[in-house]
């Protein structure tokens, strides 16, 4: 973790919030609402890997993968060098470029398979100004974008405590779930069980242009396993690309 001078803070703030202002929270287009998501074809996945011990030089990961069969449709692996630091908040001013740049990247190229929808490892709404980095992503990609992270971001009164436990406790199959309520009242994600075979929930947050009822059940028709098909295979083909590429390097996501 490295300190920022105040002034790089503030302006991430501000720029932050400037693109919040942009955040559309319901649902946008017509699959999001049909049943058993009609017209839903491509589901996109990103992740980022890293050789460990190196926290600036990281395999940028996008899948594309069919829709309900989750079948590989495109990848795209890229070793890419970060500029910007890990800051608590901030994350995405550290990964979102090189993201973004691969969506582009695909929407130039192959248009036709650009996702209509992306899965992100990482936090939406719910974050500390409710503006993470499937939000980013997705405002600036002006795509659908879900949040789904495998640990609890302890922010805005939601903590791990022994309420939190028991509600995890009460999730009884896969598909059900709870809401991450905020001290205001606001509820900012859910806590899903993802599988009948998981017990540890998932989080799940909107990133941008869905509501979070349709990201949660969609989260949940991707899941196989414990996490969501498009980030599962992201986080693989990352971390098999930095095996290929760097044989002797331990990698991490």
């Not at 946008?28 to 996109?44: C, D, I, N, S, Y």
């Not at 979102?96 to 190229?109: D, F, S």
């Amino acid at each position: 973790m490295t300190a920022l001078p105040e002034d790089s803070v503030e302006k991430w703030k501000s720029e932050q919030a400037s693109l919040k202002q942009k955040l559309v929270e319901g649902d946008t287009e017509e699959w999001q609402t049909a049943p058993g998501f009609k017209g839903l074809e491509r589901v996109g996945g990103v992740d980022l890997s890293f050789i460990k011990g190196d926290d600036v030089n990281a395999c940028s990961q996008l899948v594309v993968l069919s829709f309900p069969e989750m079948e590989l449709m495109y990848e795209d692996s890229q070793m890419v060098t970060l500029s910007a630091p890990y800051v608590p908040g901030f994350l995405a001013f550290r990964e979102v470029p090189c993201l973004l740049e691969a969506l582009q990247r695909l929407e130039r190229t192959q248009p036709n398979l650009l996702p209509q929808v992306v899965f992100v490892d990482g936090n939406g709404l719910f974050h500390y100004r409710e503006f993470g980095v499937a939000c980013h992503l997705g405002v600036l990609a002006g795509l659908p974008c879900v949040g789904v992270a495998k640990n609890l971001l302890q922010v805005q009164g939601v903590i791990r405590s022994e309420e939190h436990q028991s509600q995890i406790r009460a999730l009884m199959k896969g598909g059900d779930s709870f809401p991450l309520k905020a001290a205001s009242g606001r509820v900012l994600g859910e806590a899903l069980r993802s599988s009948d075979s998981s017990t540890k929930p998932i989080y799940v947050s909107v990133g941008h242009r869905i509501s979070l009822d349709t990201a949660v059940r969609l989260t949940h028709a991707c899941c196989r396993f414990r996490v969501p098909e498009p980030i599962r295979q992201a986080d693989m083909r990352s971390r098999e690309y930095l095996r290929t590429h760097f044989p002797s390097a331990d990698t991490c996501g």
